[in-house]
């Protein structure tokens, strides 16, 4: 069995180490540390490279955003990490800013004990957005009120199938419920969602879904896509 080492970082003491406890009983979860502030949480993530920070977004000295923009900037070679954010609440506004700073996704705090242990799995694996209807939801109205800054050039380098798989990964599908909706495998669902982190210059699936939606690929408002008759195509 693979442990999954986890760090995790909150200004409230009774917080923190009720989620170390909760994460300690998961048999394939190791908690290597725990953090106090955003600086604390930096320097022991590259002490003690774990797979994944449970990071608080507001705390003091340095706050998520900025510790998780610190850490994902790390040259991979050095740290790998993956950042899962902690909010009170689903609209947080601080949550959006955590997802471009380059969290791999969020949960709230009043998550039950399995919900947790989820979520760090998957996080740690890559395969999926967390909670995709919340997340899709935020991303969708801080786009909506926020002009859009990414440039959709890229975009042009990929396939329609690649453009696709994007515009399917932005709507929260795992690589499995992909592969079933294109009746291909899955394996060349992960081919191809390789090849489009390449060719955007994006670390994982959360970025994915926020560029697609600040390209307009996805509109929140239910909208047709940048590229209308794409999604009809079928291998």
Known sequence: M?????????????????????????????VVGQ?????????KAAELRPDVVLMDIRMPEL??????????????????????MLT?????????????AGASGFLLKDASAAELAHAVRVVAAGEALL?????????????RLSPRSRTSDRIDDLTERETEVLS??????SNLEIANHLVVAEQTVKTHVGRILVKLALRDRTQLAVYAYEIGLIRPAGSRPRSPGFADQRR
Do not use: W
């Not at 923009?69 to 990490?81: K, M, Q, S, T, Y």
């Not at 909670?131 to 786009?143: D, G, Q």
């Open 131 to 143: 909670t995709p209807n919340l997340t899709k939801r935020l991303i969708a109205e801080f786009t």
């Open 63 to 84: 706050d998520g955003i900025q510790a998780t923009r610190r850490l994902v900037e790390f040259e991979p070679a050095e740290l790998d990490v993956k950042v899962l």
């Open 2 to 30: 693979t442990m999954i080492r986890v760090l995790v970082a909150d200004d409230q003491v009774m917080v923190r180490q009720g989620f170390s406890v909760l994460l300690a009983a998961e048999p394939d979860i190791e």
């Open 35 to 43: 953090a106090a502030n955003g600086l604390d949480a930096v320097a």
């Open 168 to 173: 399917l990964v932005a709507q929260g599908m």
């Open 88 to 100: 009170t609440f689903d609209l947080d506004e601080y949550v959006y800013e955590a997802l471009r």
